[in-house]
């Protein structure tokens, strides 16, 4: 990780930072949980102001905010003050995109876009290996990088044609883009909770 220097300068270059107002919850790595206010984000970080009685954690400590409005997010800290500390949120290459896309549409007075994320939270399952089946019955391998309670991203070598239906484990969706690293994939069925979705990839119970 470079220093807090060219976090900034790589950030502002690449990364649009909006101001937002958003409460969040921060567990802190001493064990205690805070209250406080998102004053910033970019998909690469964001500035989380305190109250005066709250713990500041260090620089180079992990914390986990969870922010109204866009979920549940991890980072380090690089920077310590006064008011608050700033965070460098950790996530995949291809969820930062798509965190980064959002963040435009919300700066230019998009309201779906939060409507969405409030609608199909993210389910905790990155970098999650699982099977993909073809229309035709062929299998392969492949690897979740990204999902929610409507759809997934997928890394895999294969390009099934758009508009067909595939299964992702046990979960039948319908194939409605390509990205550099594989395919996107949306639920035939929106699953009402993560730990439904999540039910679809563990392994087939066995009969006796």
């Known amino acids: 990780m ?8 790589d950030e502002r270059r690449t990364y649009q930072r909006i101001p937002v107002g958003y409460t969040s919850r921060c567990l802190m790595p001493d064990g205690g949980e805070y209250e406080g206010t998102v004053s910033n984000i970019s998909a690469c970080g964001c500035y989380i102001e305190l109250d005066a009685f709250a713990t500041r954690p260090d620089p180079r400590q992990r914390v986990v905010a969870y922010v109204d409005k866009l ?24 969820k930062r995109e798509r965190f980064a896309a959002t963040l435009a549409k919300v700066a230019n007075g998009d309201q779906a876009a939060l409507e969405e994320i409030r609608r199909h939270p993210r389910v905790e399952i990155e970098d999650k290996p699982t099977v993909l089946t ?15 309670l409507s759809g997934a991203s997928i890394e895999t070598h294969l390009r099934p044609t758009i508009g067909v239906f595939v299964d992702l484990g046990r979960m039948r969706g319908k ?15 929106v699953a009402p909770t ?5 039910r679809h990839f563990e392994p087939a119970q066995q009969s006796a």
Do not use: Q, W
Request: with cysteine; glycine share 8%; hydrophobic share 45%.
């Open 194 to 198: 993560p730990k439904a979705v999540m």
């Open 71 to 94: 979920g549940r997010f991890e980072g380090t800290v690089v920077r310590s003050a006064e008011d608050g500390f700033a965070l460098a949120l950790e996530m995949t290459a291809p």
């Open 2 to 9: 470079g220093n807090m220097a060219e976090m900034d300068y």
């Open 134 to 148: 073809m229309p035709n019955g062929a299998t392969a391998n492949c690897k979740i990088i990204d999902m929610s």
């Open 175 to 189: 194939v409605v883009r390509y990205h550099e690293n594989g395919i996107a994939v949306e639920f035939a069925e």
